[in-house]
């Protein structure tokens, strides 16, 4: 089991997973952690602190993307700031493709799936598109 789909079941069964330095750390309902989960989870530690770590990357990218978006729109495009930061909010998307690659992230300014999806189906064709769902930040 990769790390992102152990993330997914874990998210799945309401444990709360939040990396603190080089740690895990676990919030999960009595009951839910079984031995044989918290084996995995400790075989698969730091793939998943790597997989966590680019999560917090996916977020400065979110936050550097909207700052520029904003500037343009206030300066080029005569926007009040406030409505140029509004107009300017992005959303991150996961996406699989066919080619066996894993999820990736997508950020951009479309605010539903059916528009992020024309997107990627325009890029890399209407059939290589699998799945897509608004991303689900992990810390």
């Known amino acids: 089991m990769s790390a992102a789909e152990l993330l997914n079941t874990l998210n799945q069964q309401e444990v709360i ?9 676990l919030d999960a309902p009595q009951g839910t952690i079984t031995p044989e989960l918290l084996a995995l989870i400790r075989q698969s530690k730091s793939a998943l602190i790597q997989l966590m770590a680019s999560e917090e990357d996916v977020l400065e990218a979110m936050v550097e993307a909207e ?15 406030r409505e140029a930061e509004e107009q300017a909010r992005m ?13 990736c992230v997508m950020i951009a300014g479309y605010k539903d799936l059916t528009r992020a999806r024309e997107a990627l189906e325009w ?11 608004f991303h689900k930040p992990r810390i």
């Open 67 to 81: 700052e520029e978006r904003a500037a343009v729109m206030e300066y080029d495009g005569g926007f009040p700031r």
């Open 17 to 25: 997973v939040r990396l603190r330095g080089s740690d895990l750390e």
């Open 123 to 133: 890029q890399y064709g209407k059939d290589r598109v699998l799945a897509l769902e």
């Open 91 to 103: 959303q991150a998307y996961d996406y699989l493709l066919d080619d066996g690659g894993g999820w």
